[in-house]
């Protein structure tokens, strides 16, 4: 199956958009009760997986799949992708000098986050462009899109 970089980018911007609902809200939680790195990036990447997935679900379900068949298909299609997205993220938050320990008001903070998703969006597209040209990871639920 032979993809475009375009139907790459829309699934990886499909996938990011779970990842960084659940990496934000799991970095903000984190820091304000004032966690070490190790719980903060666990709690993140926690949330990052259901984020995910559940975006992916309620599609599945509208378009009218029970329960197991929905899961699976959401497993197959989005946890390469998004485990992708955790390990590059997380690791750009661990290299920025400050960045997980600079707190929710610090424009560090908040400007290596977005560096971090947007690295991770930009390394992730290729490897969704050479999964889904395969048959894999979103192109096993492209029938179900509408």
């Known amino acids: 199956m032979k993809t475009t970089w375009g139907v790459a980018a829309s699934a990886t911007l499909h996938c990011l958009t779970g990842c960084a609902i659940g990496e934000v809200l799991g970095m903000v ?7 070490h790195d190790l719980p903060s990036i666990l709690l993140a990447v926690a949330l990052a997986f259901i984020f995910g997935y ?17 899961l699976r298909l ?18 750009i938050m661990l290299i920025i000098p400050g960045a997980m320990d600079s707190g929710l008001a610090s ?14 969006f930009l390394v992730t597209t290729p490897i969704n462009k050479w999964i889904i040209g395969r048959g894999k990871g979103h192109a096993v639920i492209h029938a179900y899109h509408h």
């Open 29 to 35: 939680i984190a820091t304000a009760l004032g966690w």
């Open 54 to 70: 559940a975006l992916t679900l309620r599609g599945l379900f509208r378009a009218g799949l029970n329960w197991r068949t929905a």
């Open 74 to 91: 959401a497993l197959a299609a989005d946890t390469l992708s998004i485990l992708v997205m955790e390990i590059v993220d997380n690791g």
């Open 107 to 120: 424009v560090l903070f908040w400007g290596a986050l977005a560096f971090s998703l947007l690295l991770a």
